[in-house]
């Protein structure tokens, strides 16, 4: 642990606080017993301990992982960072949490390993690569319950692969090489990608032009609905 926080013991999975208890009682270190001919059992004191370590499971504390990433988050592949990287050794050495946990947590707060650096990728950045991804399904009439990684990937060469199959996963589910896209997590994609347009452009949300420009830019027949939202 650093100096500003508490130690911890760390398993496979799981995190545990570890607290200095001092005690009032009396305990009493001895030695396993040993058994002579007679029934009596000879027993040796050989100290006595004035307090105890108690360990308590704890949840993940993601405020520190944000902190630590934050300054090398993935804005896009034109912006780079002059910031120190950090591998997934030195971010579980800072997150202070389990292996287990500290992939749900990457999972959780959109991050990826990109050249051995774990990165946060930035939502305007996932939005950006979303839009590439439906913008050549639209071109390639790609069946979007059955879209090829590699297919995706040779694509989009500008872009990250990771950063990419990445983006998959916000739209749907792998099985093997071939992704499952769901059409209301597509169609969510493309509005965030229109709201962003608009907010870059400085126009009004008018509802009417969303609903009409949304529609237009979902590919296949799929008709969006504002429940998708």
């Excluded at 993940?60 to 780079?80: N, S, W």
């Excluded at 452009?201 to 830019?217: A, C, H, M, Q, S």
Aim: net charge negative; charged share 25%.
């Amino acid at each position: 642990a650093s100096d500003k926080r508490d130690a911890v013991i760390i398993t496979s999975d799981s995190t545990f606080l570890v607290k200095k208890v001092e005690t009032s009682n009396t305990v009493l270190l001895v030695p396993p017993a040993s058994k002579e001919d007679s029934d009596a059992y000879n027993m040796v004191l050989v100290g006595n301990c004035p307090n105890y370590y108690e360990l308590s499971k704890i949840a993940p504390r993601l405020e520190v992982l944000i902190d630590a990433l934050k300054k090398t988050e993935y804005q896009g592949k034109e912006i780079t960072t002059t910031e120190k990287m950090l591998t997934m050794a030195e971010v579980q050495g800072i997150a202070m949490m389990s292996k287990a946990e500290l992939a749900v947590a990457l999972q959780a707060l959109n991050a990826v390993v990109i050249d051995d650096y774990v990165r946060l990728i930035s939502f305007t950045a996932s939005i950006e690569v979303c839009k590439a991804i439906i913008e050549e399904m639209k071109i390639g009439d790609w069946d979007s319950k059955n879209v090829a990684e590699e297919i995706v990937v040779s694509s989009l060469p500008s872009y990250e692969p990771t950063i990419i199959k990445h983006c998959l996963g916000i739209m749907g589910s792998q099985d093997g090489n071939v992704w499952c896209l769901e059409d209301e997590k597509i169609a969510r994609q493309v509005a965030h990608a229109i709201f962003r347009e608009m907010k870059d452009l400085g126009k009004p949300y008018i509802r009417v032009n969303f609903l009409r420009d949304w529609e237009l830019r979902v590919p296949g027949t799929l008709r969006p609905t504002e429940a998708s939202l």
